[in-house]
């Protein structure tokens, strides 16, 4: 019922920024979540934080807190991922993804999913 699209993804220089998007549409926006994710090769799909739809508000990993932001535009139904500080192991496919659950933190309790975006830092 969500279909998401991620954009803004590039090759960045270590301690760059890069602000990712995520443009939702679908149906019952009032009770979704959405989420960022990243999966680098060989590695496990890493949550990194969410927004919920509601209210706004946002929950992080401890791996990004300070440095990843997340917000959304209501209007344009997007969700942006603002990074700051990149490290060459933020290097991943990034991806957002929609969940109905309420504060979803794993990556099983998302519903819908976009095709991600390449996040490359080099050092």
């Known amino acids: 019922q969500v279909h998401l699209v991620e954009s803004g993804g590039g090759l960045v220089q270590a301690g760059g920024s890069l602000r990712l998007s995520c443009e939702a549409s679908?149906?019952?926006?009032?009770?979704?979540?959405v989420g960022w994710f990243r999966q680098a090769p060989e590695k496990a799909r890493e949550f990194i934080g969410l927004?919920?739809?509601?209210?706004?508000?946002?929950y992080y990993a401890d791996s990004v807190s300070g440095r990843f932001t997340i917000s959304r535009n209501s209007a344009k139904n997007t969700v942006y991922l603002q990074m700051n500080s990149l490290k060459p192991e933020d290097t991943a496919v990034y991806y957002c993804?929609?969940?109905?659950?309420?504060?979803?933190?794993?990556?099983?309790?998302?519903?819908?999913w976009g095709q991600g975006t390449q996040v490359t830092v080099s050092s």
């Open positions: 679908g149906r019952t926006y009032n009770n979704v979540a």
């Open positions: 927004i919920t739809w509601n209210d706004g508000s946002t």
């Open positions: 993804a929609a969940s109905h659950s309420v504060i979803p933190i794993s990556a099983h309790e998302y519903n819908y």
